[in-house]
């Protein structure tokens, strides 16, 4: 259930906002302050425009752009603790809304490669969930895995709030988790090129129908001279109906207005198309209590760190291939 996009909301509705930004064309610095400063002013003129707004989400690499020649250089990365974050707390703050921002974050551990990262902002200016990518798109992204697993907050109206990046919606054990750690808005920022622009909407309502949760996802849009991005914001509801769907116009604004509650109820009440809960008590027809024995041997072997397709052997690329042949750069930019 959701409107097509109104200016208000009533008690119980999630008002939430996509914006299809123009894919960045990054060569240093200078021009992450420029997107800073775009999307603190987008912040501000969107609430203006919706008042009852509760949610506005970014794609991934809003921020700091997708030039791989730069990518982890120092003077690229970015802090949640940094000036530029702070902007974003200002800007959430001021217009009293929340916010789902992209940054690429510095490694603990300044030898090894950056992370890709989202960061969800509440009303007050506060950092309400950190996230850090777990599947980055090999063999092209040359961030560290995620480790932080797949964090879940409380969100407004009664949301709770997930939220992963691009290639991590391919996998729906990433979905799954989001859901069993109570998620029922699941997130998806991107910057996917049109390769896999049909994928991409396959998987948000997948995800969302195998997991009874809300899915909103946007994705960068527009020409940087090398790929098109498609835009195509899409909010799926948790029967995997596709709700709302945005074009491939940078600056669209796709909006939706959600109900939380309905989830949990349809979590709590629904029985055959109850995936999530049958899967860890099946058959409970047939044997009381259903069987809860893990019957998965791929889950066995991943918890056991033993994880091997049949056909491993025979992967070929398995490393940064052809786009980093000398390895991922650290360190200062060449001057």
């Not at 800007?91 to 992209?102: D, E, I, L, R, T």
């Not at 997930?162 to 979905?175: R, T, Y």
Request: hydrophobic share 40%; net charge negative; proline share 7%.
């Amino acid at each position: 259930m959701a409107s097509t996009g109104s200016v208000s909301a009533w008690d119980e509705a999630l008002l939430v906002a996509m914006i299809q930004y123009p894919v960045p064309v990054i060569k240093g610095p200078e021009d992450i302050q420029v997107q800073v400063d775009q999307i603190c002013r987008t912040v501000a003129s969107t609430k203006a425009g919706y008042p009852d707004l509760d949610l506005i989400v970014f794609p991934e690499y809003s921020t700091q752009g997708l030039n791989t020649a730069i990518w982890t250089y120092d003077e690229m990365l970015l802090s949640v603790d940094s000036p530029e974050v702070g902007r974003f707390k200002q800007a959430c703050k001021q217009a009293n809304v929340w916010g789902v921002f992209s940054v690429m974050e510095p490694n603990e551990d300044p030898s090894n490669p950056p992370y890709n990262t989202a960061i969800i902002i509440n009303a007050d200016g506060e950092l309400a969930l950190h996230y850090r990518k777990l599947q980055p798109w090999v063999p092209i992204e040359p961030w560290s895995p995620g480790n932080f697993g797949m964090p879940v907050c409380d969100g407004p109206k009664g949301a709770k709030l997930a939220v992963c990046i691009c290639h991590d919606g391919m996998f729906p054990e990433l979905a799954r988790e989001a859901a069993y750690k109570g998620a029922n808005v699941y997130i998806r920022i991107s910057g996917y090129s049109t390769q896999v622009n049909d994928q991409w909407i396959w998987t948000n309502r997948t995800n969302a129908w195998q997991n009874l949760m809300y899915t909103l996802a946007v994705n960068l849009a527009g020409y940087d001279g090398v790929f098109y991005y498609f835009g195509e914001g899409t909010v799926c509801n948790y029967d995997g109906n596709v709700v709302q769907q945005g074009h491939r116009n940078p600056w669209e604004i796709v909006t939706a207005e959600l109900f939380p509650r309905l989830v949990d109820k349809a979590r709590e009440h629904w029985a055959l198309e109850n995936n999530i809960f049958n899967l860890g008590c099946r058959a409970y027809v047939g044997k009381p209590g259903g069987e809860r024995a893990n019957y998965l041997t791929w889950v066995e072997d991943l918890a056991n760190g033993q994880y091997k397709l049949p056909w491993d052997d025979k992967v070929k690329i398995r490393d940064g291939w052809k786009y980093y042949p000398d390895g991922v750069k650290l360190g200062p930019m060449p001057k």
